[in-house]
């Protein structure tokens, strides 16, 4: 009964390939996030989709494309994987974009060797 | 330019006493906030928030205080268990804006 999960929740993968990360809420919500906890640990907002629409774009290389193909999944597509892309990925969701606690999914760990 | 910052990476508490985590903000704007606690290889699931026109907040054994003069905030954990031994994230919102977190604080509870 996750609310939030991801799958895979470990990703190992040489430079220059192409991975993707996926998300699914099973609690009815309208918003979905990105978030990227980086070597210093802070968690920075990627995207943010409401009912399947972008909201938010942080400074993201071009490389990464979020895609929602309905309110209950977010996807994070990556391009030409970097070393410095190596981070944990989190997905999240909330009820509404004016609704302040956000649910957040177990975290994929992405290692680009 | 971090708006919202955790100073202490860890911490470490005995038993039964009274846990403190610190966290200050830049933004003016922000208006509401929250902390999340974390466990190892788990996501920051959500503890206890605060709106700007509250200075206090009490849940069970945590309180989330709010100083606005100051922009600071601080979540109290009384008294202390070993379970609550996790990284705790301090975040920050104005509107329907981004949530912006700080760095986290390691909290270690000793026995």
């Known amino acids: 009964d996750t609310a939030v999960s991801q799958t895979p929740k470990y990703l190992v993968t040489q430079m220059g390939n192409d991975k993707s990360i996926k998300c699914e809420q099973n609690?009815?919500?309208?918003?979905m996030y990105w978030y990227k906890q980086d070597s210093k640990k802070f968690l920075k907002i990627m995207f943010s989709y409401n009912n399947k629409e972008l909201i938010i774009n942080e400074t993201v290389p071009n490389r990464f494309s979020p895609k929602s193909p309905d309110k209950a999944h977010l996807n994070l597509h990556i391009n030409s994987l970097e070393l410095g892309d190596s981070a944990v990925y989190f997905c999240a969701s909330s009820p509404g974009l004016v609704y302040n606690e956000q649910f957040f999914g177990p975290g994929t760990r992405l290692t680009v060797l | 330019d971090q708006q919202v910052k955790q100073n202490s990476p860890s911490l470490s508490v005995q038993e039964g006493r009274i846990s403190i985590l610190n966290c200050d903000y830049t933004?003016?704007?922000?208006?509401?906030f929250l902390w999340y606690k974390k466990y190892p290889a788990e996501g920051p699931t959500f503890l206890i928030s605060i709106s700007s026109i509250k200075d206090k907040n009490e849940d069970g054994r945590f309180t989330v205080f709010l100083n606005k003069s100051a922009k600071h905030l601080s979540l109290h954990i009384v008294p202390s268990q070993p379970g609550d031994s996790a990284v705790y994230f301090c975040a920050a919102k104005g509107g329907a804006q981004k949530l912006v977190f700080g760095q986290g604080t390691r909290l270690t509870i000793n026995p």
């Open positions: 609690l009815g919500h309208d918003t």
């Open positions: 933004n003016s704007m922000f208006d509401y």
